[in-house]
C-alpha cells in the first residue's frame, strides 16, 4: 500500500486496534515516575553502550540516529553527547516531506535546534545530511518478533525501506509495552534488536 488506497475492513480494523493500544501506552508511559524514569534511562543507556562497543567496537567515524525525546520516550541525549564527544556522526531524523522517507542530519552538542514537524526540536537545514549505519527508532509498543508500534505516521517503516544498505536498527523502549503481537501488515518491517531497560531482546533473523 502506498497509503492513497482506500482501507479494507481488515485494514480499519487493525488501524482502530493499534489506536487503542498506542494510546493505551502512551498513557502508561506519562504515567513513570521521576526517580523510576531516571533509573529507566540510566539501564537503558547502560545496555545500548554495551551492545554498541559488542557489535561495533570504537564508534568514531560511524553514523547513529538517535531521537529528541517527546512523549515521555526515553531520554538517551546524555550518550548522544559523549558519542560526539567520542567521534561518533550522530544524527537526528527528520520530516522534511510529508509522506517521504526521514532525511538524517548531523547533531553536535553545539548544533543550534530549530522548530521542526511536530514542534520537535531538529538540527538546522545547513547541518550535514547523511544516512545512517545505526538507528534507534523509539517505541510506543513492542513485539518479541520486533515489529514496532509508532506513532501511526509510517514514517520509519516508509524509511527502512527506502535505505540502501539497511541501518542496523536497535529499537528503544520499555518493558512495559512489550506486546504479544502488533498485528504486523506487509508495510511493517522487523527491527534488529530491541533494547528495554530490562536489556536485550533479539529480533531479527541476523541479530
Known amino acids: 500500500m502506498t497509503g492513497t488506497e482506500p482501507l479494507s475492513p481488515d485494514d480499519r480494523d487493525v488501524a482502530a486496534w493499534r489506536k487503542e493500544r498506542r494510546a493505551a501506552h502512551l498513557a502508561a508511559r506519562r504515567e513513570i515516575g521521576v526517580e523510576a524514569r531516571r533509573d529507566l534511562e540510566t539501564a537503558i543507556a547502560g545496555h545500548l553502550r554495551g551492545l554498541l562497543a559488542s557489535r561495533f567496537g570504537d564508534m568514531r567515524g560511524r553514523s547513529i540516529s538517535f531521537y529528541w525525546p517527546i512523549k515521555g520516550e526515553p531520554d538517551l541525549r546524555p550518550l548522544m553527547s559523549d558519542l560526539d564527544a567520542a567521534g561518533a556522526l550522530v544524527l537526528l531524523p527528520l520530516v522534511e516531506r510529508k509522506a517521504a522517507p526521514l532525511v538524517f542530519r548531523r547533531w553536535r552538542r553545539e548544533t543550534r535546534m530549530v522548530r521542526g514537524d511536530w514542534n520537535i526540536p531538529v538540527p538546522p537545514p545547513e547541518a550535514e545530511a547523511m544516512a545512517p549505519e545505526i538507528t534507534l527508532p523509539p517505541l510506543v509498543g513492542w ?44 508495510h511493517d518491517i522487523a527491527l534488529d534488536v530491541i533494547l528495554t531497560e530490562t536489556g536485550l531482546h533479539r529480533a531479527g533473523p541476523e541479530a
Request: hydrophobic content about 30%; proline content about 14%.
Open 143 to 186: 513485539d518479541p518478533q520486533g515489529y514496532r508500534l509508532g506513532y501511526g505516521g509510517g514514517y520509519f517503516d516508509r524509511t527502512l525501506a527506502a535505505l540502501d544498505p539497511r541501518p542496523f536498527t536497535i529499537g528503544i523502549g520499555v518493558e512495559a509495552a512489550r506486546m504479544p503481537t502488533i498485528r504486523p501488515q506487509p
